[in-house]
């Protein structure tokens, strides 16, 4: 007998100029629950049992409507436990944006714990005239622990679509095992990573008005001279305009906290009123 796959949704729609969670249909390990706000709207995943355990699959379907704003924040970090039978943990969202919104994921680490199995897919279609912006980060496990790449495999898969044409198709797969972590082509001896996609026509004012941001704190943040060990380096960081539709910010760093300083300061550029007009991360820093 086969066993029907549950799907979980989640709607955006515009109501009387707010950005309002319409639908919220979720299924274990997922929870979400949405923080009320003037126009645009928060929603924050969470999980039972603090994180996800082996076996557990999470698939989402999200729509955020024509002319939303929606903020995708996470209460803490994702964890992601060991594998003691080999099933690998999965995540697989897909998420439609409409016409004239603005849609921003920004949450915390994702970090895979020692002997864990972790596969992710996220998918975005967007329109012509809408903007996304993605922040994926990543913990190669509890570095306070002293537990730095055990974990078994990790993959990761990101892409955006426009009339089903790939404007962005990024991969990234390691299994630390049958790697060599701290070659300088490698990791060398960071721990912590972070990606910004910032998506959408370059001549739309939201996109002009991140990328200035986004240029800004890469200025700010990233040393332009390195020295010769990079070994001293913290944090290591690039800016890149792919495309007349694809802005790339990656970074990485020896630990979370650093880069915990570059995220602070993002979330506080979303307070313009011409973006979600609030910091989203405001309780936590």
């Known amino acids: 007998m086969l066993i029907k796959e549950e799907i979980s949704e989640l709607e955006i729609e515009l109501v009387r100029n707010r950005s309002v969670l319409i639908t919220s249909r979720v299924f274990k390990p997922l929870k979400v629950f949405q923080l009320k706000k003037e126009t645009a709207c928060q929603v924050v995943f969470s999980n039972y ?3 996800f355990v082996e076996g557990d699959k999470v698939q989402l379907n999200i729509l955020c409507g024509v002319d939303t704003k929606t903020i995708f924040s996470t209460q803490a970090n994702t964890r992601v436990y060991k594998s003691v039978a080999g099933l690998t943990t999965s995540q697989h969202i897909k998420g439609k944006i409409g016409e004239r919104a603005l849609t921003v994921f920004l ?3 994702l970090v895979p714990q020692k002997d864990s199995i972790f596969e992710q897919k996220i998918e975005w279609h967007i329109q012509k005239d809408s903007v996304l912006m993605y922040v994926d980060w990543f913990e190669a496990g509890r570095i306070l622990n002293n537990e730095r790449f055990e974990f078994h495999s990790y993959f990761t898969e990101f892409k955006v679509l426009q ?3 790939p404007l962005v198709w990024d991969r990234f797969k390691i299994e630390p095992s049958n790697t060599n972590i701290n070659s300088p082509g490698a990791f060398l001896n960071h721990s912590s990573y972070l990606n910004i996609f910032l998506v959408g026509n370059e001549n739309l004012q939201t996109i002009k008005t991140l990328e200035a941001h986004l240029r800004f704190l890469a200025s700010k943040f990233f040393q ?4 010769l060990q990079l070994n001293e380096v913290e944090l290591l960081g690039a800016v890149v305009k792919i495309n ?3 802005f790339l910010v990656r970074c990485s760093a020896r630990n979370n906290e650093t880069l915990h300083a570059f995220v602070k300061e993002l979330s506080i550029v979303l307070e313009d009123k011409n973006l ?3 910091n989203p991360l405001g309780r936590k820093f």
């Open 49 to 51: 049992g603090g994180g």
């Open 107 to 109: 949450g915390d680490p």
């Open 163 to 165: 009339d089903n044409i």
């Open 224 to 227: 332009e001279e390195k020295p």
């Open 244 to 246: 007349e539709s694809v």
């Open 276 to 278: 979600l007009g609030f």
